[in-house]
């Protein structure tokens, strides 16, 4: 691990939510970079190596293919996709694993699709015969799978999902929400034959919030290309922002927008922290951190809310409260002993759980013993608020 | 003054262009703040005061209007409008001063609007008669007003146009782009009786880039709340960052995508300093270092792009090379000296200008000197390529 083991920052609740994570020192240093001009080299340098960094993150190799790291939020993400590969009356398919398929649904009808929902009980996957029926109904322009759906902690299995989308409607853009993914499950874009992950930065990649992350096969670019129509936005419009995603990483300046000069540079220094490591070996890190706490949330007698074994995140934890245990009843008393956790977010279920972010330096830096401080929080509170562990 | 004279930053070229600008330590400093979550009573605490303190930027009391703070960028906030305050088919007035309103028109264009352009010679205003005509001849829903014209450097008198505008065709709203004059020009939004002024952090409010800052009248939100169909945006939609934003500023916290922690906090940190002198005091140390450059380029023997005295930009100024001076020929010089201008972006003469920007900390903190730098690396490297002063 490169990652600094004393944090030069100020004391602090630790943030263990599933995004925003903690930052590394390296990283909110970057952050504070002092003003430099977007199209001065030294910047483009630094985007240019960004862009080539990401694909990496990736497992991305062919050039036909574009990553993108645009000023905006993982939301941001949904109008590239739903403006640039959708046409106006075109069906997406939408598997939805919790909230965050809703919201993907929503931003697609905003923009003339027409989005179908394949919906999981709350807290399980999307049964691969359950998608096949779906694709041989009729002839879907894209799917969309939500990897993590923050709001259940729901793992979806994009290789297998993929390969069936490839196997019974090979021309079906495969789009993958990795929001709660990239960086701490394995995506092999070019292996996988997916067509555009999309993803933010305040989860595993590490970052503060602030971009919109991507990367678009060649295949989704040419379907791009050949619309019938102009995008439908401007602002995330893929004939805006391709050929200076494409200029950057080529060490050229080139200008549509103002790039967030800082936010890129931190983005480029959580890259380098992160692929100084393989990727493996940081997958692994997050699977056994993962497996603890699952464990021992299990072991005070808790549940998760993602039910399928072999199907749950393993950047973030979800679980129902015991009986007689209200929010307000748990998570102030977890935050008075230093430690914030999230609440509950998929609608139907939101006041019934809470939520454990395990993603980005609280993992791969143990010595910080993050988990260790949570956990224990976690049962103390528990105890406090009347629930015996 | 309550900006740090001594600056705490790396040694660095000083980025004296139209924005990004210069920032003080508190802002940089504000940047690296630690992991919060975005829901946080502290985030809470410091967005609210953020999008109050903007407020006071536009001299606005007036509660049925709102501040918003948006990752993205200032291009964005083109999105908000023509996605929200227009609808397809309707018509739009584009006062055009330079680049920008070419972008914005595509923008309208992108969803339905029709874009009428009033285009001014270039380095001129559009004039008053020439606008009361074209309001005479349609309704136009919205006029739009690029303030300052980043591309050429001219101001346009946004106080008399909106009069006027309010007198001829009383409904239509006055869209201001300020995103190169909020901090740095007058804007009184709500005795000059303005709908919507956009704007960016990286320029006179000196916080880097990675928002779509703006307000927005409680006409322009009764246009929204009145449209006949939903905003044509999803992540530029007011329908989903309105509420939010009015939750903020009530201190409730409010989930639609996730903001920009750190970002939020610089504002908050550039919007305390700025304030914390009367804006009467800061507007006129831009137009007294304005006037400075302006004439000092003059005595030079050099003009300016913007050719109408009273109508040129405090915060930036566009100056023509001399015959015989190529832009690789001076800006390189002026690099080598540790002064970063920028070259041209007006596409009919791009190669044969360049510009300087003079807002924020390097004009209010006069200790810096920064000014005495760059004209002094401007005149010696003009004299390097031949040209003599």
Redesign the interface.
Known sequence: MTQSKASA??A??L?L?P?????TDEV??A??????????PQFVEVFGDALALLRQLFFNTDKRAQTFAI??????G??FV?SNLIEPGEDALVLHTGYFADSLA??IA??GGKPTQLKAPIGDIVMLDAIETALKEKTFKVVTITHVDTSTGVLSDIKSIAALVRAVSPETLVIVDGVCSVGVEEIRFDDWDLDLVLT?P?KAIGV????SIFIASGRALDVFRARKA????????FAKWLPIMQNYEAKKPS?????????IHALLASLKQILAVPLADRFAAHARMSDRIKSTIASYGLKQVAVREGYQANGMTAVYLPDGVALPDLLPRIASRGI?L?GG?HREIATKYFRIGHMGVSVTDEDREDFDKALAAIKDSLAEAGYTV
Chains 1, 2 share one sequence.
Do not use: K, R
């Not at 503060?208 to 971009?211: I, S, T, V, Y």
């Not at 102009?230 to 419009?237: G, N």
């Open positions: 920052q100020a602090h609740p943030t939510i995004g925003p994570v903690e930052f909110l240093a952050m504070a970079t002092p003003s430099q001009s977007h199209v001065s000023a905006g939020a993982g939301t941001l949904w109008d739903a929503d931003c905003t923009y933010a305040q503060p919030a602030g971009l102009p995008p439908t936005s401007y602002y995330a419009s200008y549509f927008s103002t790039p967030p000069v800082q936010n914030v999230a977010l």
